[in-house]
T-cell receptor
Framework: AQSVAQPEDQVNVAEGNPLTVKCTYSVSGNPYLFWYVQYPNRGLQFLLKYITGDNLVKGSYGFEAEFNKSQTSFHLKKPSALVSDSALYFCAVRDTLTGGGNKLTFGTGTQLKVEL | KAGVTQTPRYLIKTRGQQVTLSCSPISGHRSVSWYQQTPGQGLQFLFEYFSETQRNKGNFPGRFSGRQFSNSRSEMNVSTLELGDSALYLC?????????????FGQGTRLTVV
């Protein structure tokens, strides 16, 4: 069965500094990986995905993520954080081997707090 | 292009009642998935419908059911409500059945069971 781990419940960073939100995954086959962001009382917004190809994936709002197969990681990054980036971030995976259609397995989420 | 629309946004129900939630996917999208979000359990997959057929189901009791109509709109029903069913219910639509397509989420329905 697939699983996702987000080891940090909260990440604090100063505005203008780079940020990293960590994600590791476990699948039987090849992973399809996704990052979503959730603002209070809202649904999830899609940020970026890794399907195949270049390990560095660029997404919305200046976010990018690096796929590392040997470390089974897919960390979310941004070179310069903004206060408006403060939100709850979710990593998710689909396992290409076990199928399951469009089912996404999510991590527990990481609360990002960007301070002035 | 309109996004995923979920109605109602908020619901308060009494234990033992049943409830129906509605989801209209993005125009042209054929796959609709439902998720339950709670502080304790996080985001959990309920089920997915594709072309009016349930394609995948999560580990929830039979009180949770759903369906999809020919226009891809979907409904989710929960019968005999329990206090633990209080949650944010999220609907997500995807263009097709391909696993490499991203899902787009609605704003959710906040269900409170009292």
């Amino acid at each position: 069965a697939q699983s996702v781990a987000q080891p940090e419940d909260q990440v604090n960073v100063a505005e203008g500094n780079p940020l990293t939100v960590k994600c590791t995954y476990s699948v039987s086959g090849n992973p399809y990986l996704f990052w979503y962001v959730q603002y209070p009382n809202r649904g999830l917004q899609f940020l970026l995905k890794y399907i195949t190809g270049d390990n560095l994936v660029k997404g919305s709002y200046g976010f990018e993520a690096e796929f590392n197969k040997s470390q089974t990681s897919f960390h979310l990054k941004k070179p310069s954080a903004l206060v408006s980036d403060s939100a709850l971030y979710f990593c998710a995976v689909r396992d290409t081997l076990t199928g399951g259609g469009n089912k996404l397995t999510f991590g527990t989420g990481t609360q990002l707090k960007v301070e002035l | 292009k309109a996004g995923v629309t979920q109605t109602p946004r908020y619901l308060i129900k009494t234990r033992g009642q049943q409830v129906t939630l509605s989801c209209s996917p993005i125009s042209g999208h054929r796959s609709v998935s439902w998720y339950q979000q709670t502080p304790g359990q996080g985001l959990q997959f309920l089920f997915e419908y594709f072309s009016e057929t349930q394609r995948n189901k999560g580990n929830f009791p039979g009180r949770f059911s759903g369906r999809q109509f020919s226009n891809s709109r979907s409904e989710m029903n929960v019968s005999t409500l329990e206090l633990g069913d209080s949650a944010l219910y999220l609907c997500a639509s995807s263009l097709d059945g391909a696993m490499n397509t991203e899902a787009f989420f609605g704003q959710g329905t906040r269900l409170t069971v009292v």
